[in-house]
């Protein structure tokens, strides 16, 4: 089976052709899940210069790189658009107009070509691209979603079912990173910024919150952290120095009650894998703290490689394996976008 998947929620503009079998493993997952390419054309230049995404401006900048992703896609597949069985987009959650490109292109392709269109939902595609591990993976699972719009704890009791454990009460994870790295005078987008600088730094100085950490239950709230940035940095000039040092413990501090929470989940949900998803698991610090923590509990962890942690089209085609056999679709012409479409 051939699928060839279109992404367009955010600021990068994806295709991927993925294949797979027709049959899947005892756990549900689909046999021999390949990306035979994953072609995103980024517009971080354009929103760097807003220091953030305009939805409008991204709209049009996925008007035009759409559909010479999709010729590049199918060319490093080496795979027609013909042989394609099954073409995917991402319906959302996103930005309305920006998702309505790769949705709309997906459905006159669909249309032309007679096959149909699986619309995916991103926070699962950005889960579900773990499914590559194919018969390795085992359920209980949990996975720690960390993008720019989502920070939540969710369990998949087996493949395709979602439990939501908790989530952030006000900013994600990415936001946060975002934020304080344009408070320390740092290039959008934060989070790589933010790494970069950390690595220079000394953790402790500033001493910042862990908020949430010591809480019951697996809800998260970084706003109070961005806040704390603001009153340690305010009034001063923003050195390197203090730059680094402020990115390193801001860092710590986002990591530290990321891995809290996820290990006391581990525990309570006797989870036997766990899934890092979304454009932080790109944060190295991260990707090492977990590796650790989940060899202490000897549970199995599996991270998307850094091309599939931020926003890509592999993940949309990962993700609608699990749709191929549905028995009731709907027409093409009949799935709409849903920029606030929740997983759970
Ligand atoms: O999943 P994603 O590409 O887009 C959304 O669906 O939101 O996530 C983007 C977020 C941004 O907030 C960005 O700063 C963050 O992921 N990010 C990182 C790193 N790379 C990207 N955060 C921390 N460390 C990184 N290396
Ligand atoms: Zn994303």
Sequence with gaps: MYILALESSCDETAASVVSCDTKKHPNGIRKNIRILSNVIATQ????????????????????GKMLPVIETALSQAQVKITDIDFFAATTGPGLITALMVAAETAKVLS????????????????????????????????????SGGHTELILLPRVGAYQLLGRTRDDAAGEAFDKIASLLGLSYPGGPAIARAAEKGKAGTPTLPRP??????????????????????????????LQANTA??????????????????????????LFLAGGVAANTLLRERLTTMAAAKNILFFKPDMVCCTDNAAMIGVAATQYLDVKKRAKPQDIRVNPQWELV
């Design 248 to 273: 390193r413990e801001a860092q710590e501090a986002i990591i530290d009650v990321l891995v809290h929470k996820t290990a006391k989940a581990i525990d309570e949900f006797r989870s036997e894998t």
């Design 44 to 63: 971080i230049d354009v929103h760097r210069q807003t220091g953030g995404v305009v939805p409008e401006v991204a709209a049009r900048e996925h008007v």
């Design 111 to 146: 249309l032309i070509y007679h096959k149909p269109l699986l619309p995916i939902n991103h926070i699962e595609a950005h889960i579900a691209v773990n499914f590559i591990h194919g018969t390795a993976i085992r359920f209980p699972a949990l996975a720690l979603v960390v």
């Design 212 to 241: 949430m950490k010591d809480k019951k239950g697996y809800e998260f709230s970084f706003s109070g952290l961005k806040t704390a940035v603001f009153y340690a940095t305010k009034d001063q000039k923003i050195t390197p120095t």
